[in-house]
């Protein structure tokens, strides 16, 4: 966070008690120079393999079953859950409606090849928008509700 902004981050941490993530965002963020971010959270990472390299923190893999557990999860009491990372995760869970909200942040920065958010040809949707945020720094972020 060069600026000092943390564009929301906090806010959405408070807001959940439970991520899921790709086998790749997981190994990604273990890849990063800090300590794993989410101990305070009920961590899922969808993964073919279960290769814990977290095992004193909360993390769980699911490694068959996905919507199944996925629909399991939803239906517990607690906060929201957040998908983080995991393009093929990401067109899973919405090829079977079990993705109710999206915010996308657009960063001004052109990469030239990069891996797509939706990767997989998920099916067609509708999305209402429900709000938007500029940041100085050029990064928007806009949220959509399942329509």
């Not at 390299?53 to 859950?81: C, H, M, R, S, Y």
Request: charged share 20%; glycine share 8%.
């Amino acid at each position: 966070m060069p600026t000092g902004t943390e564009y929301g981050y906090k806010d959405l941490m408070d807001s959940i008690d439970t991520i899921i993530m790709g086998g790749k965002t997981y190994r990604a963020v273990l890849d990063m120079d800090f300590e794993w971010p989410y101990s305070d959270k009920a961590c899922y990472i969808v993964s073919h393999r279960n290769t814990n390299l977290t095992p004193t923190k909360n993390v769980k893999f699911i490694t068959e079953n996905v919507v199944e557990t996925v629909k399991a999860l939803k239906q517990q009491d607690g906060k929201d859950i957040w998908l983080v990372g995991g393009g093929q995760v990401i067109t899973l869970l919405l090829n079977h409606d079990l993705v109710d909200e999206m915010q996308i942040c657009y960063i001004p920065v052109i990469l030239g090849n990069g891996i797509p958010l939706f990767p997989n040809q998920p099916k067609e949707s509708t999305w209402k928008f429900a709000g938007s945020e500029a940041y100085d720094s050029g990064i928007v972020k806009i949220t959509y509700v399942i329509g």
